[in-house]
């Protein structure tokens, strides 16, 4: 069991900033590819960010131009840089290893962005 917490979540006003962070309790990001999922209350779970192995990334439309995604492995860290945020991205944010699917689901970060 590899230990992720995240962090970096909060309250912002639409069209502002935050930044998330996916701490792992050791080097693991260089192994596994990273993604990041958010889910609203009521709703289903989505994906809104990979990172591969390699460092290749992929956004869904509804983030996309906005949220980048990023490693840096030397920290065991991967981040979710979110810019332009609108109140239908708040959420409860988790970050996931691709490729465990026997990982438990931490208590992710709350994001919610006001109108």
């Known amino acids: 069991q590899v230990q992720l917490v995240e962090s970096g979540g909060g309250l912002v006003q639409a069209g502002g900033s935050l930044k998330l962070s996916c701490a792992a309790s050791?080097?693991?990001?260089?192994?596994?590819?990273v993604g990041w999922y958010r889910q609203a209350s009521g709703k289903q779970r989505e994906l809104v960010a990979v990172?591969?192995?390699?460092?290749?990334?992929n956004y869904p439309e509804a983030v996309r131009g906005r949220f980048t995604i990023s490693r840096d492995n030397a920290k065991n860290t991967v981040y979710l840089q979110m810019n332009s945020l609108k109140p239908e991205d708040t959420a409860v944010y988790h970050c996931?290893?691709?490729?465990?699917?026997?990982?438990?689901w931490g208590q992710g970060t709350q994001v919610t962005v006001s109108s």
């Open positions: 990172i591969s192995q390699g460092g290749d990334t």
């Open positions: 050791r080097n693991i990001f260089s192994v596994y590819g």
């Open positions: 996931r290893l691709m490729g465990r699917p026997n990982d438990d």
